[in-house]
């Protein structure tokens, strides 16, 4: 079974930057990412991630989660 989720950022970005961390030699393309019930923008992430799915703080507390399989925190934090 295929799960089709919505993604959490633009079709075509905009609003793109650059992040450059204390390494000299290292700097990482990112893109602004919105909540996908509300569509505020809430942050930014990497270009190369494949699916991104955001749902802000106070949708969550007004409408609840949204309704897809949990994923096991282990996973999400890299322990799986």
């Not at 970005?13 to 390494?23: A, Y």
């Not at 996908?36 to 969550?60: A, K, Q, S």
């Given at each position: 079974?295929s799960?089709?989720?919505?993604?959490?950022?633009?079709?075509d970005?905009?609003?793109?930057?650059?992040?450059?961390?204390?390494?000299?030699?290292?700097?990482?393309?990112?893109?602004?990412?919105?909540?996908?019930?509300?569509?505020?923008?809430?942050?930014?992430?990497?270009?190369?991630?494949?699916?991104?799915?955001?749902?802000?703080?106070?949708?969550?507390?007004?409408?609840?989660?949204?309704?897809?399989?949990?994923?096991?925190?282990?996973?999400?934090?890299?322990?799986?």
């Amino acid at each position: 079974m295929s799960l089709t989720v919505p993604d959490s950022r633009l079709r075509d970005p905009k609003g793109e930057t650059w992040w450059k961390p204390p390494t000299p030699d290292f700097c990482t393309k990112l893109e602004p990412i919105f909540c996908v019930n509300c569509g505020e923008p809430r942050g930014y992430v990497t270009t190369n991630i494949p699916c991104v799915l955001f749902l802000c703080d106070e949708c969550f507390e007004t409408y609840g989660g949204l309704p897809l399989p949990e994923i096991p925190e282990a996973y999400v934090r890299g322990g799986l």
